[in-house]
């Protein structure tokens, strides 16, 4: 059996060359920058979610505080703040008649109180007026 040339022993030898590596290289990199953002937005969203939800237990115990009370809403608008889960919220309430003269409508926003103007829940209830106490 022949041996075989010199010329060609750089054929059969197998491998990647510098340009292949990179290029392997900045596909790799591409992919972990899209992964890392990705991510990113996850943690993002579920701080909002986490956010929206507790602003949400928000708005309901602040209306079935009213409804436990069972005292008779004034028209108009009332405001405050609250904690849950470890987050401060602002609330604002808007108490308005309703054509039935023995229940009035409550529409509660809240926003988180580091960023105001942002309504992150928006509830909306019913309370009715007490019955007259008897003599």
Known sequence: MPLPQRHDLHRTR????LLEVLVALAIVAIALLSALRAAGMATHSMHDLRGRLLAGWVADNR???????GAWLPLGEQSGQADQGGLAFTWREDVVATPNP?????????QEAASPGRSLAHVTGFVSQPPASSP
């Open 14 to 17: 197998a491998g990647f060359t």
């Open 102 to 110: 023995a229940f009035r409508r409550v529409d509660i926003f809240v």
């Open 63 to 69: 209306l079935a505080e009213h409804r436990a009370r």
